[in-house]
């Protein structure tokens, strides 16, 4: 299977998140970025979140991403995440996981908002900046970075989505 990341729709934004937990539970951080349909970085963020698992690291991503948007003006933003588990957490229910119940409910109520929100999964090799970001901020010292401009590591895997560059997913 060839993957690679997909600009937004018409008159949206792309929201890519990811969460990183070295050890699951383990240093975990998070990270993500807001993207034109030209695949240029709008803004972004990493995040230092402490002892954490790779799924609460992910809802934290989210919740990060979808505030981050909200407060940037967007209001119709689409958000991509790997991590399956916590986006059956989102739609579905918490019931099984009563410790990120918290940070689920604030998703909700961000969800809320009037504007016009998708959260949906990508595939891993699609979803490579964000993945950059959240090892970044696991292994950051500090709780949260908004970044106007992305840092210049990151510069080759923004191209190469710009480019619509295919990945093989194994």
Known sequence: ?????????????K???DGS???????????GLLRDQDGNCIAGFLSYIGFAGSVEAEL???RHGLWLAWQSGYRKVECESD?????????D???????????VEEIHQ???????????HIMREGNSCADF???????????????????????????ADSKSVLYSRV
């Open 15 to 17: 929201l890519n998140v």
């Open 1 to 13: 299977m060839l993957v690679r990341w997909v600009p937004p729709s018409e008159g949206a934004i």
């Open 133 to 159: 970001l959240a090892k970044m901020g696991s292994s950051s010292n500090s709780t949260f970075s908004l970044m106007i401009n992305p840092p210049p590591e990151l510069t080759a895997l923004l191209l």
């Open 93 to 103: 229910n918490a019931e099984d996981f009563p410790e990120l119940a918290d940070i």
């Open 21 to 31: 937990s070295r050890g699951n539970p383990g240093r975990a951080g998070c990270g």
């Open 60 to 62: 934290i991503a989210i």
């Open 83 to 91: 991590c399956m588990v916590a986006l059956k957490i989102i739609h």
């Open 110 to 120: 961000l969800m809320l908002l009037e504007w016009d929100v998708t959260i949906y």
